[in-house]
């Protein structure tokens, strides 16, 4: 029999694929940091954490503070539960990618809040499609270290400009 190589259109499928259930785990990450603060804030109207003007975000600020890093961590398996392989690289990946798109965010004026905000909550979305397609087999290896060197320098300017 003869074997012939996919077609592009095959290999275009399995990227498209693979590019939307990480932006997938992108969103429902976050997801799942909102609605613990809700439902915090929800089973639990007088903690302290709610005060009269600013309602319950003391949840959000609490889930912000510790979730996003269990949200790192549960992201390798939420990848391979989908079924993206070589999901342990593309969770360490994203991490990198989150934790310099955070840093950038934070590092932003405060007249740029809701731009900050933007970034955190669409951190996710950008951050694991990016990983995806970067931990690919077929991407060059090149390609990938000067996107990591980007990402360290991005990361060491915006912490210079943070402090």
């Known amino acids: ?67 996003r890093w269990v949200a790192i961590v549960l992201a390798w398996p939420l990848l391979y539960l989908l079924r993206i392989r070589s999901a342990w690289p593309i969770a360490l990946l ?3 990618f989150l934790a310099t798109i955070w840093r950038l965010a934070e590092a932003l004026p405060f007249s740029l809040a809701d731009v900050s905000l933007k970034l955190i909550v ?19 290896r090149w390609l990938l270290a000067l996107s990591i060197a980007l990402l360290l320098a991005v990361y060491v300017f915006a912490s210079l400009f943070a402090a």
Do not use: N
């Open 122 to 140: 669409f951190s996710g979305v950008i951050a694991y499609p990016a990983a995806a397609w970067l931990a690919m087999p077929r991407t060059p």
């Open 1 to 67: 029999m003869i074997e012939s190589r996919p077609g592009a259109s095959a290999v275009s499928g399995k990227l498209g694929r693979r590019l939307v259930l990480a932006g997938v785990v992108g969103i429902l990450l976050p997801l799942g940091l909102f609605g613990w603060a809700w439902l915090m804030a929800t089973l639990f109207p007088d903690s302290p954490l709610c005060g009269h003007y600013t309602g319950c975000l003391g949840f959000l600020v609490q889930a912000w503070a510790v979730g």
């Open 94 to 96: 994203a991490a990198l």
